[in-house]
């Protein structure tokens, strides 16, 4: 089982930043893909970043040149999102994901709330 912990949500202005850090622990085995979504109210669920198993990264496109997914090796398995250039329709709850690459088992954290205004 891995537990996936977020942090650095918050209130920021636009055109502000945040970092979003995701801590996993427990039996963290084999490889995974690694990302982070985002689900604002009334709407579905959606990738933001995508780390593979394997380094490549992938973004959506209302993120690219703004977000970058990252992860720390020297910590083990934290990962990043850091978040430049916000505006407010990156207001959402974001969420942390692995996703085995072995077993296809997905991992979520509980989120963490970003809002972005005035």
């Known amino acids: 089982q891995v537990h996936l912990v977020e942090s650095g949500g918050g209130l920021v202005q636009p055109g502000g930043s945040l970092r979003l850090s995701c801590v996993a622990s427990?039996?963290?085995?084999?490889?995974?893909?690694r990302a982070w979504y985002r689900q604002a109210p009334g709407s579905q669920r959606e990738l933001v970043a995508l780390?593979?198993?394997?380094?490549?990264?992938?973004y959506a496109d209302a993120v690219k040149g703004r977000f970058t997914i990252s992860r720390d090796n020297a910590k083990g398995s934290t990962l990043y999102l850091q978040m430049n250039s916000l505006k407010p329709e990156d207001t959402a709850a974001y969420y942390c994901?692995?996703?085995?690459?072995?077993?296809?088992?997905?991992?979520w954290g509980l989120g963490t709330q970003v809002t972005v205004s005035l």
């Open positions: 994901n692995f996703r085995s690459t072995f077993t296809a088992l997905d991992y």
């Open positions: 780390m593979s198993s394997g380094g490549s990264l992938t």
């Open positions: 427990g039996a963290i085995r084999g490889e995974y893909n």
